[in-house]
């Protein structure tokens, strides 16, 4: 079979690397608020919206990127020694590549990969408690389906995409030109309400005959006419109760929030349960971030084999607990590029509080930090990361040789003075040339002393000595 030519340039277009760059995605919305917020332009968003593009190094010393022009090595090789950039424009009216550095998301996800965490379903984790919540998998058959896989019409079974709209997440154009859509797919979907109404006549008459005692294999399906069918319809649209079940189902809508309380008295179009694997978002609970489906992984330890907990992290305090803004806040903390709010923040009552927790203490070398064992991570609906992590124990540093660092106070003793412990050093013996008192027997300097009978000896001369008129 003689395959169909193409033109040169739709070859070109077809083998260039960077028409399959996927589209951006749209940029996180802020949520909608009465107080005043202060935003920047060059702070990190929440979630990459366009890809990352990284070239080799022969082609790096040329500045060729494989865009339209070249990049300069000023603002790429010369500013990172591990240069990824993120395009924003191919071509502007100026006649240049818009572009900016993509280290902050590419090395947040380096760092994730390296605590070796599967992704798990969102749920709460209770620090008050030493259980640790148990992990869901995202992946798992009931959970990882589609609305075109095989394995959603199981009972139970969850889906984590829908083919149409979560309508309360739309803006009026938005729903508007969904509203257009539909009106077109009118017959199609009239089509599918027949099938449904078939289906539900062909189930009575079964469940009629099961109660009558008369052989299932026998039962045909009801024929219908149109007058029955209109019939149907113009019932549904009397009742908005049964009429919602009937309308998610059928342009596969996700489920709508909850109805509020006062309003259960009143009529309103009712939606079903909701068939996501996460409720609070639509997307795969994953987020491409990890393929693990569970913490069934053993770290080997070079010299100590095998162990049950993984090399622990260090998190650094971003904000200590205290009031902010007017209300009491809890401690943020980093790990591996994302920051965790209030990292088990109960578990530290029989464990000793790490210093610079309960308030800034600028005297710690290095910023305040502590080790933590990471447990579980998610991604909520606004594309954030969430992990949850305990405080590391003395069985997971022992391994690996780390010790939490301990502020000294005014009762212990410095390290100097450990080594130094037997040598009683002189106030003025960086200034051996300067004589500090006059000339003399009795002022002439005196070597160190050593030991208790050094010390017992000097006494009794100063006792001894004649006094002075």
Same mark, same amino acid.
């Not at 009106?183 to 199609?188: F, G, I, V």
């Given at each position: ?17 960077? &028409? ?10 802020? *949520? ?37 022009? *070249? !990049? ?10 591990? *240069? %990824? %950039?993120?395009?924003?424009?191919? +071509? ?5 590549? +818009? ?15 390296? !605590? ?5 379903? =969102? ?15 995202? &992946?798992?058959? &009931? ?14 079974? $969850? ?29 199609? !979907?009239?089509? #599918? ?8 006549? /062909? ?64 009529? /309103?179009?009712?939606? *079903? ?35 049950? /907990?993984?090399? =622990? ?7 200590? #607990? ?12 980093? %790990? ?5 709010? +209030?990292?088990?923040?109960?578990? &530290? ?11 800034? +203490? ?6 305040? $930090?502590?080790?933590?064992? =990471? ?59 300067? =004589? ?10 005196? #070597? ?14 100063? !006792? ?6």
């Amino acid at each position: 079979m003689a395959t169909a030519r193409v033109s040169p340039t739709a070859n070109l277009l077809r083998k260039s690397r960077l &028409f399959a760059l996927p589209q951006a995605l749209q940029t996180p919305r802020d *949520p909608p608020s009465s107080r005043v917020v202060n935003e920047s332009n060059s702070a990190t968003l929440p979630h990459p919206t366009r890809a990352s593009i990284v070239t080799p190094q022969s082609s790096l010393a040329r500045g060729d990127w494989g865009l339209k022009r *070249p !990049l300069p090595s000023k603002s790429t090789s010369e500013k990172s020694s591990r *240069p %990824v %950039v993120r395009m924003n424009a191919l +071509d502007t009216y100026e006649h240049v590549t +818009d572009f900016e550095s993509a280290a902050d998301h590419t090395m947040t996800l380096e760092k994730f990969q390296e !605590l070796h965490m599967p992704m798990s379903l =969102p749920s709460k984790v209770n620090y008050a408690t030493s259980m640790t919540p148990r992990h869901q998998s995202p &992946f798992e058959t &009931f959970v990882d389906n589609t609305e075109t896989s095989k394995t959603l019409g199981e009972a139970g079974a $969850k889906q984590f995409r829908h083919t149409g709209p979560w309508l309360a997440g739309q803006t009026e154009a938005e729903f508007a030109g969904y509203l257009k859509q539909i009106r077109r797919q009118k017959p199609e !979907l009239l089509q #599918k309400m027949r099938e449904r109404f078939d289906s539900k006549r /062909y189930a009575e008459a079964r469940k009629l005959a099961q109660d009558n005692g008369e052989d299932l294999e026998k039962v045909q399906p009801p024929k219908i006419t149109d007058a029955e069918f209109n019939t149907y319809l113009k019932s549904l649209r009397e009742d908005p109760f049964a009429l919602g079940p009937v309308v998610f189902e059928l342009l596969d809508l996700p489920s709508a929030p909850t109805v509020p309380s006062e309003r259960i008295g009143r009529k /309103y179009y009712q939606s *079903p349960g909701t068939k996501l694997s996460a409720p609070e978002y639509a997307t795969h609970p994953s987020a491409g971030l990890s393929y693990a489906r569970s913490h069934a992984s053993v770290y080997n330890h070079p010299q100590h084999g095998p162990q049950a /907990y993984q090399k =622990p992290v260090e998190a650094r305090i971003l904000r200590p #607990k205290g009031r902010f803004k007017g209300r009491v806040s809890k401690a943020i903390a980093g %790990v591996g590029g994302i920051a965790v709010e +209030d990292l088990n923040a109960m578990t &530290f009552i029989d464990q000793g509080t790490p210093p610079g927790l309960t308030a800034f +203490d600028a005297t710690i070398p290095g910023g305040a $930090k502590y080790w933590v064992s =990471p447990i579980r991570a998610a991604v909520d609906s606004d594309g954030r990361i969430g992990l949850s992590s305990y405080r590391a124990g003395s069985t997971a540093k022992a391994p690996y040789g780390i010790k939490d660092y301990k502020k000294p106070n005014a009762m212990s003793i410095t390290e100097a003075a450990r080594q130094g412990a037997h040598v009683v050093p002189r106030m003025d013996s960086h200034r051996p040339n300067s =004589p500090r008192f006059r000339a003399g027997a009795e002022n002439a300097p005196r #070597k160190t002393m050593r030991g208790t009978e050094d010390i017992a000896r000097s006494l009794m001369e100063n !006792l001894n000595a004649p006094k002075k008129d």
